[in-house]
């Protein structure tokens, strides 16, 4: 694991009404709709309104979340609601309004996979429907690979070191 | 209490399936990085064409642990050809190709496991863990880059 000095991105201080909620917020009690297609995806968590990725994201895991089932010619499954859920909060979470965003894809279980890939370095996560997400990094100083919590590397660090946004 | 190491049910037939054997991957268009090619233009294969089986998908095939398809070339090559493998599944996937010793330089095991109209069907499992970790994924992934056999089409050209 490379363990160069990075610069953090800076986090932008939001005032309370420039943070709009996710769908499932605790402190609203009713999840709101983060899509007009029939499915929804709820994050516990807040976001700014000019975060313009979101509808990004989502538009995409819910294409994910509609693959026809064997997508990959092995018989894989599409994205389950869950894991959609669990992908949009973790982004929410660890990236930036101006972040670089990740290539998502499907696993073959019905997760899905994130990735930010150049050369030099890839991130990816694996994000299941129930179980603990894992994390592999590869970059100039070697590889790291285990489960995502708190005693791996963060996540918004590596995010910036690959893609410098 | 010490934790059991994890034994694979699956058979490494080295002896079978020999090192120098390429075994053929389809891969799905959304696995394909066009951003990133060759010096011939061709896309790299991205690590997540390289998963096992889900849980359930092996189950429904009956084997006893996830593990991944792969088609044995000279079996294909005895009965058809490698495009026939891509006939049902559209222009836009791919064919890639490993050989049986670099999956097992990534520890990583080969057993010919025939099934109905596949003769040349056989699975690459993880000889370690219960399911490929992606530092095996990136490697198979790596390795499969620089043997490509049908290209799709740029999908953006």
């Known amino acids: 694991m490379a363990s160069a000095p990075v610069v953090r991105p800076t986090r932008n201080v939001l005032s309370d009404n420039e943070w709009r909620p996710a769908g499932g917020a605790s402190t609203l009690g009713v999840p709101a709709m983060l899509s007009s297609r029939n499915v929804q995806l709820s994050a516990r968590a807040f ?16 294409d994910l979340m509609h693959l026809p089932t064997g997508w990959d010619s092995y018989g894989a499954r599409a994205v389950k609601r869950e894991a959609a859920d669990r992908t949009l909060q973790l982004l929410i979470n ?11 894809l499907a696993t073959s279980d019905g997760g899905v996979l994130l990735e930010w890939f ?33 005693g ?9 070191r690959i893609t410098g946004s | 209490m010490a934790i059991e190491p994890y034994q694979s049910p ?4 080295v002896d079978v399936i020999l090192d120098d054997e390429w075994l053929l991957r389809r891969v799905y268009p959304g696995f394909l990085d066009w951003e990133h090619r060759d010096p011939d233009g061709r896309p790299r294969v991205k690590a997540g064409a390289f998963q096992d089986y889900g849980e359930e998908q092996a189950v429904k095939l009956s084997y006893e642990s ?7 070339r000279c079996l294909v090559d005895a009965v058809t050809n490698p495009s026939e493998l891509l006939a049902t599944f559209g222009p836009a996937y791919g064919l890639v190709a ?35 970790k992606s530092t095996a994924q990136s490697g198979l992934a790596l390795a499969a880059t620089q043997r490509w056999l049908i290209v799709p089409p740029d999908p953006r050209s």
């Open chain 1, 47 to 62: 976001w700014p309104r000019s975060w313009f990725w979101i509808d990004r994201i989502t538009d995409r895991l819910l």
């Open chain 2, 10 to 13: 699956f058979a490494d037939e």
């Open chain 1, 94 to 104: 660890v990236l930036d309004e101006w972040s670089a965003l990740p290539d998502l």
């Open chain 2, 98 to 132: 490993i050989t049986a010793g670099e999956a097992r330089a990534l520890n990583q095991g080969v057993m010919w496991r025939p099934v109905e109209g596949e003769p040349w069907h056989a699975i690459v499992f993880d000889k370690a863990v219960r399911r490929r």
């Open chain 2, 66 to 72: 996830p593990a991944m398809s792969v088609a044995i």
């Open chain 1, 118 to 150: 150049t050369p030099d370095q890839e991130l990816r996560i694996d994000v299941p429907a129930t179980g603990t997400p894992t994390m592999f990094y590869r970059g100039p100083g070697g590889t790291w690979e285990g489960d995502l919590d708190e």
């Open chain 1, 152 to 160: 791996s590397p963060d996540v918004r660090e590596l995010v910036f």
